[in-house]
């Protein structure tokens, strides 16, 4: 199983940037996709960005504009640039290797944008 770790959250005032990033154990393109998600207060994981090894690329509609995910040159590495944050980007975000029966997760890095 492949290991993520997260880095890269912190507190922002709305408005600003933060970018996460996402170190994987092996590369990334060894999975159908890689994904950033953040956790509601019900703990529910929705969707913020993914990005598929054919290069698609899909966006959650509340943050297309404003967040850019990527992938290091070295292929280990997945990033979330975040702009024009939001207090209702709050949360704790979560990188993800996607598989065909699911997702492998990271331990997930708190973003918190104050008003």
């Known amino acids: 199983q492949v290991d993520l770790v997260e880095s890269g959250g912190g507190l922002v005032q709305s408005g600003g940037s933060l970018r996460l990033s996402c170190s994987a154990s092996?590369?990334?393109?060894?999975?159908?996709?890689m994904g950033w998600y953040r956790q509601t207060p019900e703990k529910q994981r929705v969707m913020v960005a993914k990005?598929?090894?054919?290069?698609?690329?899909d966006y959650a509609d509340s943050v297309k504009g404003r967040f850019t995910i990527s992938r290091s040159v070295n292929k280990n590495t997945i990033y979330l640039q975040m702009n024009g944050l939001k207090t209702e980007d709050t949360g704790v975000y979560f990188c993800?290797?996607?598989?065909?029966?699911?997702?492998?997760w990271g331990q997930g890095t708190q973003v918190t944008v104050s008003s």
């Open positions: 092996q590369s990334t393109y060894d999975f159908p996709g």
């Open positions: 990005i598929f090894s054919d290069e698609k690329i």
């Open positions: 993800a290797a996607i598989y065909t029966w699911g997702n492998a």
